[in-house]
């Protein structure tokens, strides 16, 4: 019986001694999950939103980008015109007959055009209305200098037959231009 009842020690023995290994490991795993960091992000939401609300009032909010006009400094200097100045003055178009025969009955077939400045000078009508239309904002050569309403003075040289004066006019207004005038006086 000694041989039972020594068996039945050893069991209990090692049954206490697995209960204690089981109680070992319980309180190891609560004081590895005790002992687990935990993050607090109340705080952290905090600080977060006040570093937003610092940005937001202390940052300049710049307009959008402006176009400034810049005056530049001739650079031309004295005596040479500036090529993409506008001149303020009109447009002066001399007209003069080749042939001012006073005594003759029929008008003269040829007469002479020219256009006071840096301009390419016209030999017929046609190429005045083409020059013109190119000049004028808006035309067909896309480099306008002037509205449609800038003036242009005809000037016929004395003795200019009339006809021709009338031909140039046609031509100017041609062009598209409805501020065309004639001073006869000057010469």
């Known amino acids: 019986m000694v041989s039972v009842e020594s068996n039945r020690v050893v069991a209990e023995a090692e049954c206490v001694e697995a209960r204690r290994a089981q109680r ?12 687990r960091p935990t ?5 952290m939401i ?16 710049k307009k959008a980008e402006v176009i400034e006009r810049l005056e530049l400094p001739n650079r031309l200097g004295a005596g ?6 506008v001149p303020d003055h009109p447009v002066v178009i001399t007209v003069s007959s080749q042939d001012t025969d006073s005594t003759r009955t029929t ?3 040829g007469f002479q055009i020219g256009i006071e400045g840096p301009f390419p000078q016209p030999t017929t009508p046609n ?9 004028r904002m808006g035309g067909t050569g896309g480099r306008g200098l002037w509205p449609e309403d800038h003036p242009i003075v005809l000037q016929p040289a004395p003795g200019t037959d009339w006809e021709h004066v009338v031909r140039t006019f046609d031509a100017t207004a041609r062009a598209g231009y409805n501020n065309i005038s004639l001073n006869p006086h000057e010469g």
């Open 80 to 85: 040479v015109a500036d090529p993409f100045e």
């Open 46 to 61: 905090d600080v977060v939103f006040l570093l937003l609300v610092y940005f937001m009032v202390a940052t300049e909010f």
């Open 39 to 43: 993050l607090n992000l109340t705080s």
């Open 127 to 135: 190429s005045l209305t083409k020059l013109l239309a190119e000049r």
């Open 107 to 109: 008008v003269a077939a």
């Open 24 to 35: 070992r490991s319980e309180r190891k795993f609560n004081r590895r999950s005790s002992w």
